[in-house]
């Protein structure tokens, strides 16, 4: 790759704070992993459902949209997972700037992906949902056919199949989608908004 000099950051007249004050609400990123099947998307769409209809400002980054566009091109080796989730975390980080609660759907299986978009942030602005629905749970769902494709050995590097997955370890929150319902699940996320001070009690 090319070093590109020459280049000096420009602050901006109108800051995070001042969005945060217009806004009426703190901004971050709520980072959702898990399997393929898990229920991150449905999740997080609801859970912005519930944010929005309650005014505030909100955004969902998905995984298979953003494939389609930002990072169309990018496949699922070790080294591409890590540029998808290094550009959704400048992205997420953008919206932060922006003064959003935004929500990624994203399997990023690795730890250390997750955590570099940890650091890109302040504390407390990237909240880790672990979205847990067991292997099983997300291959009698197999909502799009992957995982039959993948055990037919159609698709290489399939998360939970034939690449790994490595569950968070210090999650700020962990939800079984296998066990609870879509509000139940969308219901822990919003008590932990509220419970920690990005949010008003309802
Ligand atoms: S990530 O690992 O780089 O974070 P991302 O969330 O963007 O993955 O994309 C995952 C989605 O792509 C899955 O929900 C699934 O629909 C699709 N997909 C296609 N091939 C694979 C694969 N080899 N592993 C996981 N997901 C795949």
């Known amino acids: 790759m090319?070093?590109?000099?020459?280049?000096?950051?420009?602050?901006?007249?109108?800051?995070?704070?001042?969005?945060?004050?217009?806004?009426?609400?703190?901004?971050?990123?709520?980072?959702?992993?898990?399997?393929?099947?898990?229920?991150?998307?449905?999740?997080?769409?609801?859970?912005?459902e519930k944010l929005f209809e309650r005014g505030y400002h909100t955004y969902v980054l998905d995984g298979d949209n953003i494939r389609m566009g930002l990072n169309k091109g990018l496949g699922f080796t070790a080294e591409d997972r890590k540029e998808n989730i290094r550009r959704i975390g400048e992205v997420a980080k953008l919206?932060?700037?922006?003064?959003?609660?935004?929500?990624?759907?994203?399997?990023s299986p690795y730890n250390e992906d997750r955590e570099m978009v940890r650091k890109l942030v302040k504390e407390?602005?990237?909240?880790?949902?672990?979205?847990?629905?067991?292997?099983?749970v997300c291959?009698?769902?197999?909502?799009?056919?992957?995982?039959?494709?993948?055990?037919?050995?159609?698709?290489?590097?399939f998360t939970g199949i034939n690449d790994p997955y490595e569950a968070p370890l210090d999650a700020e929150l962990t939800v079984d989608t296998g066990s609870q319902t879509l509000d139940e699940s969308a219901d822990v996320v919003l008590n932990y908004l509220e419970e920690n001070g990005y949010i008003e009690k309802a």
């Open 95 to 107: 919206f932060v700037d922006a003064g959003a609660l935004v929500s990624t759907a994203f399997v």
């Open 2 to 48: 090319e070093v590109v000099k020459n280049i000096v950051w420009h602050n901006a007249t109108i800051t995070k704070d001042d969005r945060h004050r217009m806004n009426g609400h703190k901004s971050a990123i709520l980072w959702y992993t898990g399997l393929s099947g898990a229920g991150k998307s449905t999740l997080a769409n609801k859970v912005e």
């Open 139 to 157: 291959e009698n769902r197999d909502t799009k056919g992957l995982y039959k494709k993948a055990r037919a050995g159609e698709i290489k590097n």
């Open 124 to 136: 407390g602005e990237f909240i880790e949902i672990y979205v847990s629905a067991s292997l099983d």
